[in-house]
């Protein structure tokens, strides 16, 4: 079946823009996740979705980011105002539940160039 | 949170055995540990989950001694194509919420 897509793969946009990055999760699955990825680091954990509610959003960085899932399927991140420390891979992930230590899915990810 | 270290890079060859080693020390009675392995621009990938003991699958063996402070991820007889990042994740007491280190950058030479 049709693995987790992500659009577009790649987004160049200059510093004050807004940009939104998309996510299509696995048919089904109820819980979606975002990360972002710095260059030789390890995904950093952003938000996650339970259905259309984010059930925990600890991991945005400020108010600028804000992420939305309105039918419980696509899932939208937005970035207003980029900064160039935003640049990053932005990856998203579904699972089937959400439970605990659930396998997550990813996504190929979105690479964000702010010049 | 359960803290993991695993070493930052490895060399093999083709052919042989790798072993990469994390440590857990503060892991949970709950946690499980699990594996993943990330490609140049993709994803990370599922490889392998357990909780005590010995766990295979058709892509790696993952080795848990009784006191759980350590875990170590066999890949057999790799291939260029095993070139990749691998991640010991340990749960977080309840959490659904994975939490990734830096990795082991793994090359396998020719």
């Known amino acids: 079946g049709a693995g987790v897509s992500q659009t577009p793969s790649n987004k160049v946009t200059e510093k004050g823009k807004y940009v939104e990055l998309r996510c299509d999760p696995i048919?089904?699955?109820?819980?979606l996740y975002w990360y972002r990825q710095s260059l030789g680091q390890g995904p950093e954990f952003l938000i996650y979705?339970?259905?259309?509610?984010?059930?925990?959003d600890s991991g945005l960085p400020n108010d600028r980011f804000f992420a939305v899932r309105p039918e419980g399927s696509v899932s939208t991140l937005k970035i207003q105002r980029t900064e160039r420390g935003d640049s990053a891979v932005y990856l998203c992930?579904?699972?089937?539940?959400?439970?605990?230590?659930?396998?997550?899915?990813f996504g190929p990810g979105t690479r964000l160039l702010v010049l | 949170l359960a803290k993991t270290t695993q070493p930052i890079s490895m060399d093999s060859y083709e052919g042989q055995e790798v072993n990469i080693t994390c440590s857990h020390n503060?892991?949970?009675?709950?946690?499980?540990i699990t594996w993943y392995q990330q490609f140049p621009s993709q994803g990370p990938r599922f490889i392998i989950q357990?909780?005590?003991t010995k766990v295979t699958n058709e892509v790696a063996s993952l080795f848990i001694p009784a006191d759980r402070k350590s875990s170590t991820l066999s890949l057999p007889r790799v291939s260029l194509s095993d070139t990749a990042v691998y991640y010991c994740?340990?749960?977080?007491?309840?959490?659904?919420?994975?939490?990734f280190g830096r990795g082991t950058s793994l090359i396998v030479h020719p």
């Open positions: 992930a579904s699972s089937p539940v959400g439970g605990e230590q659930e396998t997550q899915y």
């Open positions: 048919s089904g699955h109820t819980a």
């Open positions: 979705f339970q259905g259309t509610g984010a059930a925990d």
């Open positions: 503060n892991i949970a009675t709950n946690d499980y």
């Open positions: 357990g909780y005590k």
């Open positions: 994740l340990v749960g977080s007491g309840g959490s659904y919420i994975p939490t």
